[in-house]
């Protein structure tokens, strides 16, 4: 990598293995959520994460770049993490309680690396696409507070029985 630009194209194909990635696990996840809302907050991010997939998508015809061929090694260990995980918890307060842990783990590094994005794009004057990326980092955020709240749910829950 030479510059900037070659640095963001790079950004950004980790960030689309990383979204491709996720939009396998997470069914898995989906599917082992005992809550219901916690469940529903899994399947809508699913559907976010395919949009999510799609903009970057876009965003890399834009820049006459495929968005192919790299792998997003964190998000690989992540998922990896997030699987073994589901096989050792063994009660279902335990599993959400995980779950929800491993989905913030990954929407913190989504995060880190679209905000990355951003900040990149306004630099090299691609505002257009700079707009784009932060619709999705506002999405990431707002998936983020929703699986806070969730912790704070089921703590709340306990401290009650
Ligand atoms: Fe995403």
Redesign the pocket.
Known sequence: MKNLEELFEHQLKDLYS??KQ?TEALPTMASKANDDKLKGAFESHLE??KN?KTRLEDICKELDIDPEGETCKAMQGLVKEAESFIEEAEDDDVMDAGLIAEAQRVEHY?ISGYGTAVRYAKELGHSDIAKKLQE?LD??YVADEKLDKLAEGRLNKEAMS
């Open positions: 990383a979204e996720l976010e994460t999510h989504e999705t999405e990431e």
